[in-house]
């Protein structure tokens, strides 16, 4: 079975950094892209960027460059993400989300949890 | 980016009614078409892919149809596990985006 374990909730203050994981089972984590999404109440899911299993090849939503930084241990098949600098805008929940395919076409077929990040001091 | 206009934004439906959900993007996106479900507090859940393939999993009252710009899901009758908010996403072209969502309630 398929699975995405998120960290906890996090409160952090204005200016800070957070480090968020994303640990998978259930799949060959090196083969497949991993993806970090945001969403705020009342507003569209973002595409933050992903990240490759196999090499930690990543690409990035050009909204969210110099805000979150993607990485992966494949030791522990687990994903993470940085964001830095953080303000009010970057409260949120943050879901991380496998890729998968089906041929030229692709999608989000696993989610984990998703985790709140409250910025306030 | 593309831009997903979903609609409507809210719709109540009665128990065993049929409804439907249009996404229209703001080019042709070639099936690149993904739908999901979100029930309160927990992760969204993939029902469809490629437009029209229905996840493992998924009941078979959902469907997904459409081409070019235009997509619709359909819940060919309504059940009381089927309210939720729903989403179209596309991946045709970076970055993938989402509609604004739909939320489905029971009348």
């Known amino acids: 079975e398929v699975q995405l374990q998120q960290s906890g909730a996090e409160l952090v203050k204005p200016g800070a950094s957070v480090k968020l994981s994303c640990k998978t089972s259930?799949?060959?984590?090196?083969?497949?892209?991993m993806s970090w999404l945001k969403q705020m109440p009342g507003q569209n899911i973002e595409w933050i960027g992903n990240?490759?299993?196999?090499?930690?090849?990543?690409g990035y939503n050009q909204k969210f460059k110099g805000k979150a930084t993607l990485t992966v241990d494949k030791s522990s098949s687990t994903a993470y993400m940085d964001l830095s600098s953080l303000t009010s805008e970057d409260s949120a929940v943050y879901f991380c989300a496998r890729k998968g395919y089906y041929g030229y076409n692709s999608y989000f077929d696993y989610w984990g949890q998703g985790v709140m990040v409250t910025v306030s001091s | 980016d593309i831009q997903m206009t979903q609609s409507p934004a809210s719709l109540s439906a009665s128990l065993g009614e049929t409804v439907s959900i249009e996404c229209l993007a703001s080019e042709g996106i070639s099936n690149d078409l993904a739908w999901y479900q979100q029930k309160s507090g927990k992760s969204p859940q993939l029902l469809i892919y490629a437009a029209s393939r229905l996840q493992d999993g998924v009941p078979s009252r959902f469907s997904g149809s459409g081409s070019g710009t235009r997509y619709s899901l359909k819940i060919s009758g309504m059940q009381p596990e089927d309210e939720a908010d729903y989403f179209c996403?596309?991946?045709?072209?970076?970055?993938?985006?989402f509609g604004s969502g739909t939320k489905l309630e029971i009348k």
């Open positions: 259930g799949y060959t984590f090196s083969n497949y892209y």
């Open positions: 996403q596309q991946s045709y072209k970076y970055p993938p985006t």
């Open positions: 990240i490759y299993g196999g090499n930690g090849g990543t």
